[in-house]
């Protein structure tokens, strides 16, 4: 649990704002201490529930879905929320579109703390698509040995192309697996070292690698090794930012937007 403080506990101190942090992300983590102890703001942690294990942490958390927008917008009612912080994955649509609605039908303030998207240098062939769907339609083009760093989720996109070779690495086996005829799986967790990227393509002979813009350090790498082959990788494309929602990448603003909130949200 969390160590509370206060510098200001007279009759007339403010109560603390309270945050909801919509977490489960390298993003948040990196929050979290910066909101434990706050004088001023005390945040709940909310996760989806999926990892087995998550990272200790010293913040209060709460874990499962809330029931789509209307369920998360009586959360944040229930426990008299003054701003919510979306700090999921750029890839986790639903819960992220669940806040843009809560927060608009409750007036909550909301931020979105995200990790920036990669960008291509100049040795870089980086096919932007803007889903799994239009990945599998670029790739008979591109090469026969295909690896798959797109995650679990969705795989089924690639029946649309099953006469190539696939190797799949997902951190946990997809249930049910796509139905295609050639696919070597990898189970593993990043981060991965450019060396180890770079064995894994030699040694499997790939052609092109198919990965999401998810952004970070922790699975780049293999994004050095294919330009280090001279590979193509089709880069599957964010989804759009959600209009009107301020966004951040370091974790100290995001701070400095809660601390600066108007009194109204305090
Ligand atoms: P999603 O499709 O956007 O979310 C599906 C449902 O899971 C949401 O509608 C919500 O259920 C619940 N949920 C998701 N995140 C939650 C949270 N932080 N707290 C409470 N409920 C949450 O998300 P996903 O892609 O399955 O990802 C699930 C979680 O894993 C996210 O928190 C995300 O940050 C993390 N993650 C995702 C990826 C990825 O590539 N997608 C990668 C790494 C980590 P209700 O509608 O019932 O509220």
Redesign the pocket.
Known sequence: MSSRSSTDTGPRAARPRQILL????TEAAALEPLLDGHPRLYATV???G?TRRPAPSRLPRRT?????AE??AAWLHEHAVDALVDA??P??????A?AVTAARNTGIPLARLTRPSWEAGPEDRWIRVPDLAAAARALPELGRRVLLTT?RQHLEAFEAAPELDYVIRTIDPPEPPPALPRVTWIHARGPFTAEDEARLLRENTIDVLVT?D?GGDATAAKLQAARERGMPVVMVERPPDAPGVPRFHAPQAVLGWLEDLPDAHG
């Open positions: 919509l977490g489960g992300t909310s996760l989806a999926r499962g879905g809330f029931g789509g369920g998360l999921t994955h890839f986790a649509r639903q819960i992220s669940n995650g999401k998810s």
